[in-house]
T-cell receptor, first 109, second 112 residues
Framework: EDQVTQSPEALRLQEGESSSLNCSYT??????LFWYRQDPGKGPEFLFT???AGEEKEKERLKATLTKKESFLHITAPKPEDSATYLC??????????FGQGTRLTINP | NAGVMQNPRHLVRRRGQEARLRCSPM?????VYWYRQLPEEGLKFMVY????????ESGMPKERFSAEFPKEGPNILRIQQVVRGDSAAYFC??????????FGPGTRLTVT
């Protein structure tokens, strides 16, 4: 059974303080690993897809990386508007995403 | 290109009533998925439909829940005889193929 574990559950940073969020996964055959951002009361917003170990993708202050066992979402010099819950999900080939519990990120000004 | 649309955004039902949740996928997307997010829990897959066919309903409760993909009009997630445990946020997602899924804003169902 595919599994995704995210850590930490919650992270509080000061504006400008860089950090990383972790997503550990177990999947029989990875077709893709996805990062989403979810604001309170809204649906998940697509950020990145990673397909194979060693792949990296960047968007503004976010950078996602992938190994055979985990993915990291690095956030550089975050701003208060980056506060959200970040979700990691895997597709093991069945077209159904298996999500982690998310990391609730708060950036204080 | 409009995103995935869901309505209503909030729905209140009494125990025993029926709930009908509607989803319009993004233009050009023929793959539709439903997920449920229970309070304090992560998103869980319910059902995957493609062009009016149910491909995978392994995450759907066996009773009271059904998904419809009519030729015209929005997709429907139907919950019959709702119970308090059905209270959750229900999200619809769509994709153009075997690619990333784009989510709608969700319908928050409250059963009283």
């Amino acid at each position: 059974e595919d599994q995704v574990t995210q850590s930490p559950e919650a992270l509080r940073l000061q504006e400008g303080e860089s950090s990383s969020l972790n997503c550990s996964y177990t999947v029989s055959g990875l077709r893709g690993l996805f990062w989403y951002r979810q604001d309170p009361g809204k649906g998940p917003e697509f950020l990145f897809t990673l397909y194979s170990a060693g792949e990296e993708k960047e968007k503004e202050r976010l950078k996602a990386t992938l190994t055979k066992k985990e993915s990291f979402l690095h956030i550089t010099a975050p701003k208060p508007e980056d506060s959200a819950t970040y979700l990691c999900a895997v597709d093991g080939g069945a077209q159904k995403l298996v999500f982690g519990q998310g990391t609730r990120l708060t950036i204080n000004p | 290109n409009a995103g995935v649309m869901q309505n209503p955004r909030h729905l209140v039902r009494r125990r025993g009533q029926e709930a009908r949740l509607r989803c319009s996928p993004m233009k050009g997307h023929s793959h539709v998925y439903w997920y449920r997010q229970l309070p304090e829990e992560g998103l869980k897959f319910m059902v995957y439909l493609q062009k009016e066919n149910i491909i995978d309903e392994s995450g759907m409760p066996k009773e009271r829940f059904s998904a419809e993909f009519p030729k015209e009009g929005p997709n429907i997630l139907r919950i019959q005889q709702v119970v308090r445990g059905d209270s959750a946020a229900y999200f619809c997602a769509s994709s153009p193929g075997l690619l990333e899924q784009y989510f709608g804003p969700g319908t928050r169902l409250t059963v009283t």
